[in-house]
């Protein structure tokens, strides 16, 4: 199947620094990718699309200028949580939409990246 | 609005059978998805169902009735390593995917 990779996998951070999270389609190209929060023994929450070439298109109560996200390439895209406090802690996890010949539209999950902030 | 419902846990023997349900109410359908999610890692795919009927995989099998709004998955000859949480996710009209809160499923031996 497609392999959508993170990086870094796990980080800690102090209170107000920036942490990017990268994630990358390895084997197809993703026009669309899509970032997610998971708290604890909770669902996904969708954060954000990101659709490459243009603005990521944010889901309500998701501050934009608090987790910038840029699709630079139908293979990348990076979601960069700036000033993070510890409330952002949390695990981080992207998927990208891969096309599979027109008859199924799956999307394929990275492995996470589990973000603490001190 | 847009709902998926599916029990929040469940719990069978090792070797034995288990289905877990999933409704759901979405502005539009492109297909339903399970997946699969073990503690602390993300969830990795299991099937996708966008017409009527049984799609078999193995020991895991995924049935949809979209008049219904009804999915289930089930899961043969149990292991272990199968306790886990099973997510049930509706692609709407926007092709957004709606999620379910998730099925714990504990094996017992």
């Known amino acids: 199947g497609a392999v959508v990779s993170q990086h870094p996998s796990r980080v800690i951070c102090k209170s107000g620094t920036s942490v990017k999270i990268e994630c990358r389609s390895l084997d197809f190209q993703a026009t669309t990718m899509f970032w997610y929060r998971q708290f604890p023994k909770k669902s996904l929450m969708l954060m954000a699309t990101?659709?490459?070439?243009?603005?990521?298109?944010?889901e309500q109560g998701v501050e934009k200028d608090k987790f910038l996200i840029n699709h630079a390439s139908l293979t990348l895209s990076t979601l960069t949580v700036t000033s993070a406090h510890p409330e952002d802690s949390s695990f981080y996890i992207c998927?990208?939409?891969?096309?599979?010949?027109?008859?199924?539209?799956?999307?394929?999950f990275g492995p996470g990246t589990r973000l603490t902030v001190l | 609005g847009q709902n998926i419902d599916q029990p929040t846990e469940m719990t069978a023997t090792e070797g034995a059978i288990v289905q877990i349900n999933c409704t759901y109410q979405?502005?539009?359908?492109?297909?339903l998805f399970w997946y699969q999610q073990h503690a602390g890692e993300a969830p990795t795919f299991l099937s996708y169902n966008v017409l009527d009927g049984l799609e078999e995989k193995g020991r895991f099998s995924s049935f949809l009735s979209r008049s219904k709004g009804y999915s289930y998955l089930l899961l043969k000859e149990l292991q272990m390593k199968d306790s886990a949480s099973y997510l049930c996710?509706?692609?709407?009209?926007?092709?957004?995917?709606?999620w379910g809160a998730g099925t714990k499923l504990i094996i017992k031996p």
């Open positions: 990101s659709n490459e070439g243009s603005k990521a298109t944010y």
């Open positions: 979405t502005s539009g359908f492109n297909g």
């Open positions: 998927s990208a939409r891969d096309l599979l010949g027109g008859s199924t539209d799956t999307q394929y």
């Open positions: 996710a509706v692609m709407d009209s926007n092709y957004q995917l709606i």
